[in-house]
């Protein structure tokens, strides 16, 4: 007798009841598997963390890149010396910078550690200054006191992790190859993004099953304006803070301008949180200075604020992420979790290329579920990724 195929099964793929427990017994294995074979996947997922930092930073110069290039080879200049031709400015710009900028933040970097404890010293004077001043009762002097060693702990912390962090031969030798291999990799792989990205897709997309190929490239299209979009304008909007930084901290005289400017075109790439990270350490440092300090630092930071967020980001970034505020929040307390500080700037990024896929799973999920079950239940909306993404044919 012919077992009988319900919606459910149609739904799921499936011929028979046996399908949807074998499918779930499946799922149960794979988590199993996970679970009990650490010791195989750690070295899979130490190599993966090895090449991930050159991979995505390889890609990253290529959004910034690949436009020029595209330009220069509009311009009747072959691919391959339009690409020898940027690599040898990037080359002459990157001497000029270590023989006139590095020097400089080394010094100032190097000033900076040395005067930790100073400024800890007089940031804690200060406020022990401040609520002396105030009327208080006992226990509102025992919380302060409280307050001020838990501060005290955290400046000895901070000064034993910077200068001890580097002690062992073994994190010295791990962080020599890590940059060597990432000055080895990056320039190695975004030749070959450059040079040969357009051959790489055609040769994918011809090993992608015919009836795939239009869905992969409607994602592969969205990711990159999504994403595309998104890298080229936050590394323009890192540097013109980083600029913006530099010139402001030094017409007001700040100690340190240098290494803050650095610091804040790096962090700009943190969405919200970015400039309060660099405006804490800049107010501690004016704040040590004088009040008056304090104040220009204020009206500077303003004048950064307004340019970045009223006349560059709206003309650089272009289309929106469109991801709610709260969202960012989350994304960026579970990334630095995850990857610390390199999950925060690069977690706006793969939220995004994770929600593409998502939204095509989601489609195709409403596709099926309206065939099965739309009639009798009630339709869902169906889109396709390029009216939800706009992408322009």
Same mark, same amino acid.
């Given at each position: ?146 307050? /001020? %060693? ?8 901070? @000064?034993?992790? +910077?200068?001890?962090? *580097?002690?062992? =031969? #073994? ?101 919200? /949180? %970015? ?8 107010? @501690?440092?004016? +704040?040590?200075?004088? *009040?008056?300090? =304090? #104040? ?98």
């Amino acid at each position: 007798m012919k077992e009988r195929q319900t919606k459910w099964m149609k739904f799921l793929g499936g011929n028979n009841i046996v399908f949807t427990f074998v499918l779930l017994l499946l799922i149960g294995a794979i988590v199993l598997l996970y679970s009990q074979l650490d010791f195989i996947l750690r070295p899979i997922v130490t190599v993966l963390s090895t090449v991930i930092t050159p991979l995505v930073l390889s890609f990253i110069l290529y959004y910034l890149i690949n436009p020029l290039a595209d330009f220069l080879e509009s311009k009747k200049i072959k691919r391959l010396w339009a690409i020898i031709g940027i690599y040898v400015a990037f080359a002459g710009l990157l001497t000029l910078l270590i023989l006139w900028l590095i020097p400089t933040l080394q010094q100032q970097f190097s000033d900076l550690v040395q005067s930790i404890p100073t400024l800890f010293e007089n940031l804690t004077n200060f406020i022990r200054e401040i609520f002396n001043n105030i009327s208080q009762n006992a226990d509102q002097q025992n919380a302060l006191n409280e307050a /001020l %060693g838990y501060f005290d702990n955290i400046e000895t912390n901070f @000064v034993n992790y +910077l200068s001890e962090g *580097f002690s062992s =031969v #073994g994190n010295i030798i791990s962080s020599v190859t890590n940059v060597f291999v990432i000055l080895l990799m990056v320039p190695i792989i975004l030749f070959f993004l450059l040079k040969d990205g357009s051959q790489f897709m055609k040769g994918l997309m011809g090993k992608i099953p015919p009836g795939g190929r239009k869905d992969i490239t409607s994602i592969l299209r969205a990711i990159d304006t999504q994403v595309g979009g998104y890298i080229k304008g936050q590394i323009i909007i890192a540097i013109v803070n980083g600029v913006l930084m530099f010139l402001g901290f030094s017409l007001i005289g700040l100690n340190y301008n240098g290494v803050l400017a650095v610091a804040g075109g790096i962090l700009s790439f943190i969405p919200y /949180l %970015g400039p309060t990270l660099t405006f804490v350490p800049a107010a @501690v440092i004016a +704040l040590t200075d004088s *009040f008056w300090m =304090v #104040g220009q630092l204020t009206i500077v930071w303003a004048i950064i604020q307004f340019i970045e967020g009223d006349l560059v980001e709206p003309n650089v970034l272009g289309r929106s992420l469109n991801v709610h505020p709260v969202t960012i929040i989350f994304i960026l307390l579970i990334m630095s979790e995850l990857l610390g500080l390199i999950g925060m700037i690069l977690g706006v990024p793969i939220y995004a290329i994770l929600k593409v896929f998502v939204t095509y799973a989601f489609q195709k999920f409403k596709a099926r579920y309206n065939k099965y079950y739309g009639t009798e239940k009630g339709m869902y909306e169906e889109k396709s990724l390029e009216d939800i993404y706009k992408l322009e044919d």
